[in-house]
């Protein structure tokens, strides 16, 4: 099994990634496969809304590791997106990033446990997961949660390693993100997979 963990942060090991790497050795210790995939400095561009990728499969734009991901998705078992908190929100690189993901790749991520960790110098965190976790609740995804709202605080790496509480939310969302990739792996090998329907779609204004 393997985790795919994105570092929405400019800072390629800040505090994002102390967080996220927290989970990798919890996850690496019980066998499961983890890849950090740190989305760079470089801007990201928005959805236009096109609609162009209902028809080839990927995100129109290449420039970035949008379709990247999409296809390192497919062959994922779960996911960790980590997001800085700006003016108490995700950082407008990792909702870009995701905007696109979600609605280019949406069909790779279904029915796969995901969870959203937020670092912080102080406040905002619990508006910026809730943003993130969004994004699993419209694609069929399980949301992972832990002892606490997963987050961390520190305004660098050292502080955040101060942060025990914080370390441990993020062991113990490892730990119940380990717990449901072996449940639903037992659930495949029964032939027990989720009952769906074809998705209704109603427009309030008409």
């Known amino acids: ?65 949008v379709n990247e991901v999409i296809e390192k998705a497919k062959y994922a078992d779960g996911f960790v997106f980590g997001t800085p908190v700006y003016f108490a929100h995700p950082s407008g690189r990792i909702l870009s990033f995701l905007d696109r993901l979600f609605y280019a790749g949406k069909q790779n991520f279904e029915y796969k446990p995901a969870a959203a960790i937020a670092s912080a110098r102080r406040a905002g965190t619990t508006a910026s997961i809730d943003v993130l976790n969004k994004y699993f609740t419209i694609s069929n995804m399980p949301v992972v949660s832990s002892n606490y709202w997963n987050m961390v605080h520190g305004n660098t790496p050292e502080e955040v390693q101060k942060d025990l509480e914080g370390l441990q939310i993020m062991r113990i969302l490892a730990y119940n993100l380990v717990w449901l990739l072996k449940c639903i792996e037992i659930a495949k090998s029964q032939g027990v997979l989720p009952k769906t329907e074809e998705k209704i779609r109603t427009n309030f204004i008409r």
Do not use: H, R, W
Request: net charge negative.
């Open 1 to 65: 099994m393997k985790v795919l963990m994105i570092n929405g942060s400019p800072n390629e090991q800040g505090c994002t990634y102390t967080a996220l790497n927290e989970i990798a050795v919890v996850l690496q210790a019980e066998n499961i496969e983890t890849e950090i995939l740190y989305l760079g400095k470089d801007s990201i561009k928005d959805c236009v809304g096109c609609g162009v990728c209902k028809k080839i499969g990927k995100c129109v734009f290449n420039e970035d590791k």
